[in-house]
């Protein structure tokens, strides 16, 4: 269709990109500086001018912190928009990938130099330092240290033992799983001994307390964690006002991390880029350590 959005993986990624550095923006506290400074730090951040990131803001504040608000709104890159040449994120990315995540650590203004450079003599306008380490902070910590310092650092800095998986605020970090509950249900009809039924829990692990469930007959699925995720952010005071002998459940809202085992169902592109879209991190638990965070065990 002519009036079709062309969303492309690169799109979206500098879409996901952008929400990240203005996100922060829509929670700003009273003594911080004025909101123009901030933009105009996200805007040399970005590589755009200080109009492109109030509009972009705008749009994200409008799309309730939603990624996706700020991808193009048509065919082909918008005029005034941020998005790098291709050309230059590709020098940004080789650089990244084959001189700094390397055990000889070179210098960030090393690195910065070696691009620009490599830009000029292209004839491709060079990125600002900003938008340089931005692209690598984007890059994953763990792979950061895997890279520099082989995998057995990676997994002593970024794993936790059993009992000391903790977090300081509410909707800090989710954790969500199933569970088999033990509890077999009956046929409405003839009594008979029917199965019993998975339920998926999103607990909070500041607090303990249960955000979010969904109940099923059916294998746990993608479809189990969206419906899951989608009660912990409801409001649920109509499954409780009125009813002798409940209390209230007032817990609801994004978390900024989930925290998940590594199920199929979590590894999902709908989840992954579900979580990316409203700019919620994804923690996984390690590969052969069940007991990790121990907040959730069936």
């Not at 910065?112 to 306008?125: F, N, T």
């Not at 990676?154 to 569970?179: C, K, M, Y």
């Not at 509950?181 to 829990?201: C, K, M, N, Q, Y």
Request: with cysteine.
């Amino acid at each position: 269709m002519g009036n079709s959005i062309d969303k492309t993986d690169d799109q979206r990624t500098l879409a996901i990109e952008h929400a990240n550095i203005l996100r922060p923006l829509m929670y700003r506290k009273a003594d911080q500086p004025p909101l123009t400074t901030e933009l105009a730090h996200a805007a040399e951040t970005m590589g755009v001018s200080l109009s492109t990131a109030k509009r972009m803001f705008h749009r994200l504040k409008e799309g309730d912190g939603r990624a996706s608000a700020l991808e193009p709104l048509g065919r082909g890159p918008k005029k005034g928009g941020g998005r790098l040449n291709p050309d230059v994120e590709a020098i940004i990315d080789a650089n990244l990938q084959d001189r700094f995540l390397v055990q000889e650590r070179p210098s960030l203004s090393g690195i910065v130099q070696e691009i620009r450079l490599e830009c000029l003599d292209s004839g491709l306008k060079a990125p600002t330092r900003r938008t340089i380490k931005a692209r690598l902070d984007a890059i994953d910590q763990r792979k950061v240290v895997r890279k520099r310092q082989g995998p057995k650092a990676a997994r002593e800095q970024f794993s936790a033992i059993a009992g000391e998986f903790t977090a300081d605020l509410p909707l800090e970090i989710v954790q969500v799983d199933h569970t088999l509950a033990d509890i077999i249900l009956v046929d409405s009809i003839d009594r008979e001994a029917f199965r019993r039924p998975w339920v998926t829990f999103a607990i909070d692990v500041a607090t303990r307390v249960v955000t979010g469930i969904y109940v099923t007959f059916d294998a746990p699925s993608t479809l189990s964690v969206a419906l899951c995720l989608e009660h912990a952010t409801m409001d649920k005071s109509h499954f409780t006002s009125g009813e002798p002998g409940y209390g209230a459940w007032p817990s609801r809202g994004l978390p900024h991390k989930i925290h998940v085992d590594n199920a199929k169902e979590f590894h999902s592109r709908a989840f992954s880029q579900a979580c990316a879209e409203w700019g919620i991190e994804l923690d996984f638990r390690p590969p052969g350590r069940p007991h990790y965070g121990g907040i959730l065990n069936g």
